[in-house]
């Protein structure tokens, strides 16, 4: 199946073909059908195969780029990994007009702050920082409708379950307690423990 064969709005279709993708990989063939329905995955492949296109595209499918809500939260375990992964963001979301701020310790709060006072459709963020940030109130949650987990099993392994269950509930009404997402929730991992 190639992309243009997975129902991807024509405006993403061109930022697909302008980054040089050309043949989907199998996490991306797998997972963009599953994606595009709504449904929550938890997707396994090695580093190097695409993950980030795999969720990216549904995910910027979904955005409605005419209102400044953050309606979709990645959450990765290093400040590189972030970075990366918003830039790819960007890039597939451009023609789209989807705005992406990255959240991340040992970095300007003002910058990032400014970034989410703009409108940030989505936020891809390290989980210590925006745990600081939700303290503050400086970030809502509760408009997000998608919440990646990038590489959710290095996270754990880096003692980040607390921070994860903390934004998990920030996802909730302000009325509930679960710290369960109360959107879609996509696991990405290149290892996946049974405790993911």
């Avoid at 580093?47 to 979709?72: R, V």
């Avoid at 920082?129 to 408009?143: A, G």
């Avoid at 959710?152 to 509930?169: C, P, V």
């Amino acid at each position: 199946m190639q992309f243009n064969e997975m129902n991807i709005l024509p405006a993403i279709l061109k930022a697909i073909e302008e980054e040089g993708y050309h043949t989907p990989t199998q996490i991306q063939q797998e997972a963009i059908p599953i994606l595009l329905k709504g449904h929550d995955l938890l997707g396994c492949a090695q580093t190097g195969t695409g993950k980030t296109a795999a969720f990216g595209i549904p995910l910027i499918e979904n955005i409605d780029s005419t209102t400044k809500d953050t309606q979709a939260l990645v959450l990765s375990p290093t400040r590189e990994l972030a970075l990366q992964v918003a830039e790819q963001l960007t890039l597939l979301g451009k023609k789209k007009g989807v705005r992406v701020v990255t959240i991340y310790g040992g970095a300007s709060y003002r910058t990032q702050i400014d970034g989410i006072k703009r409108g940030a459709h989505i936020v891809v963020a390290t989980p210590g920082r925006l745990v600081d940030f939700l303290e503050q109130k400086m970030i809502k949650l509760q408009s997000v409708k998608t919440v990646v987990l990038d590489e959710a099993d290095e996270m754990l392994s880096m003692g980040f379950k607390e921070a994860l269950e903390t934004i998990l509930s920030a996802t909730q009404p302000d009325d509930s307690d679960s710290v369960r997402a109360a959107c879609r929730t996509w696991l990405f991992s290149a290892t996946m423990s049974s405790e993911v």
